[in-house]
């Protein structure tokens, strides 16, 4: 079975700041996606970044980007330039890469509530 | 706007009512999930159908019942809840069900629902 540990149950960033969501994960598997979703109090999950465990190259899309670390198990979030609309809880997810009888199962983190100050 | 709707976006019922909560899109996506979320708390899998055939049931109590109409339409019938279902509940769809993570799931908004 696979876990995701996000160790941070809040942070805050001013504005134009950047900040670092951690997470770690366990598994035995060796072929894995691991996400970042983004849960603002409007409740809508939203998919923010994607990473690919056979991928070295670290994902970015816009102002996030991830610090993937296969051999250590993390899978870190820094948002740059923080916006007042990233305000939200941020999910760290692990799902297994599918083969056979696998269905998109995800693996959720607790989570972490990220306040951005003007 | 959200290609996964979920509806109604409230719902209120007593422990012996019966009530059904629904979850449309039109992506022509073939796996949908239902999660249960309690406050700031992450998603619970409950259920998946994969091509509208139930694949997956997280050992969910049976005053839980998933139907998968046909591919873009899942439906969640409740009856007899007990206070502790109240929560979030989420619907979510996927390209297909071993798309894996090359096709991330698209989620709803949720149905905030409460039981007295």
């Known amino acids: 079975a696979q876990t995701v540990t996000q160790s941070q149950p809040e942070m805050s960033v001013q504005e134009a700041e950047t900040v670092t969501l951690s997470c770690t994960y366990d598994?035995?598997?060796?072929?894995?996606?691991l996400f970042w979703y983004k849960q603002p109090p409007s409740r809508q999950m939203i998919l923010v970044i994607r990473?690919?465990?056979?991928?070295?190259q670290n994902a970015t899309e816009n102002r996030f980007s991830v610090n993937f670390q296969k051999a250590a198990k993390s899978f870190s979030l820094k948002i740059s330039d923080s916006q007042l609309g990233d305000t939200a809880m941020y999910f760290c997810?692990?799902?297994?890469?599918?083969?056979?009888?696998?269905?998109?199962?995800?693996?959720f983190g607790q989570g972490t509530i990220l306040t951005v100050h003007p | 706007d959200t290609e996964v709707t979920q509806t109604p976006k409230h719902l209120v019922m007593g422990m012996t009512n019966k009530k059904s909560l629904k979850c449309e899109q039109h992506?022509?996506?073939?796996?949908m999930y239902w999660y249960k979320q309690k406050a700031k708390k992450p998603p619970e899998l409950m259920f998946v159908?994969?091509?509208?055939?139930?694949?997956i049931n997280e050992s969910v109590p049976s005053r839980f019942s998933p139907e998968c109409p046909n591919s873009s339409l899942l439906n969640l019938h409740l009856h007899a809840l007990q206070p502790e279902d109240s929560a979030l509940y989420l619907c979510?769809?996927?390209?297909?069900?071993?798309?894996?993570?090359?096709?991330?799931?698209?989620f709803g908004d949720g149905t905030r629902l409460s039981i007295l």
């Open positions: 979510a769809s996927s390209q297909s069900p071993d798309s894996g993570g090359r096709q991330p799931q698209h």
């Open positions: 598994t035995s598997e060796n072929n894995y996606y």
């Open positions: 990473q690919e465990a056979y991928k070295q």
């Open positions: 997810a692990f799902m297994k890469r599918s083969g056979g009888t696998s269905y998109g199962k995800l693996t």
């Open positions: 992506m022509g996506h073939r796996a």
């Open positions: 159908y994969s091509y509208e055939k139930l694949s």
